[in-house]
């Protein structure tokens, strides 16, 4: 089952704006990560933000997790064509101990309009 | 990093055939490799646990006699595709996990096609 949702399920804008996705999730975690997937190709991690983090950044992207809420959110900045792809996080497996399996999301489809 | 390949990449095959696909790790040594299935614009779903030395487990709902999967080495894992139906086709994932740095890695995938 699906431990985690996202919001936008699709969110298009223009090149140079920000991108902001959302993700929330069920269960106590650890730590969260995000990854990139274009169409049809595999995935590409992008970022892991810990429980006793609260906010990270790489490049432009930043990531924040709000464990009292279960949710984070990803904010790419002064997005770009090439940045278009579904965003999906994931959690470690919550079904008992040492699966280290990740759940997904639902994902977010970002299209950037060049 | 880590490599995890996949093969083949894509595949086309009649119903009722087997399919094969391969997952290696090739630079790390991987007890534990994960199987997830995605269909079309949906979010990836985890379908079995794959252990080296061991019988694999598998999430509820994935039939075992159908799914077949075999880790007979620390660098490959196998998932065979038993009597291949059209609703089987998907895109299949496969993931490692290396130990050593507490990491899990990802393949690039296979599109498997049931005509």
């Known amino acids: 089952s699906q431990q985690g949702e996202e919001d936008p399920q699709a969110l298009s804008i223009q090149e140079g704006e920000n991108a902001t996705m959302n993700c929330s999730y069920k269960?106590?975690?650890?730590?969260l990560q995000w990854y990139r997937q274009n169409s049809g190709r595999g995935l590409v991690h992008l970022i892991l933000i810990r429980s006793n983090e609260r906010e990270k950044h790489s490049g432009r992207l930043r990531v924040t997790l709000d464990t009292s809420k279960k949710s984070s959110s990803l904010l790419i900045t002064a997005s770009r064509a090439a940045d278009t792809a579904s965003y999906f996080c994931?959690?470690?497996?919550?079904?008992?101990?040492?699966?280290?399996?990740?759940?997904f999301g639902s994902g977010t489809r970002l299209q950037v309009q060049p | 990093g880590a490599v995890v390949s996949q093969h083949p990449s894509r595949v086309i095959c009649k119903s009722g055939t087997s399919v094969k696909i391969e997952c290696r790790s090739l630079d790390f040594q991987a007890t534990t490799m994960f199987w997830y299935r995605q269909f079309p614009k949906q979010s990836l779903m985890l379908m079995a646990t794959s252990n080296e030395g061991s019988k694999a487990t598998y999430e509820q709902g994935v039939e075992k006699d159908k799914f077949l999967i075999n880790h007979a080495s620390l660098t490959l894992s196998t998932l065979t595709v038993t009597s291949a139906h059209p609703e089987d086709s998907s895109f299949y994932i496969c993931s490692a996990r290396d130990v050593g740095v507490n990491e899990q890695f990802f393949g690039p995938g296979t599109r498997l096609t049931v005509l």
């Open positions: 269960t106590s975690i650890n730590n």
């Open positions: 994931a959690t470690p497996s919550p079904r008992g101990t040492g699966r280290r399996a990740l759940t």
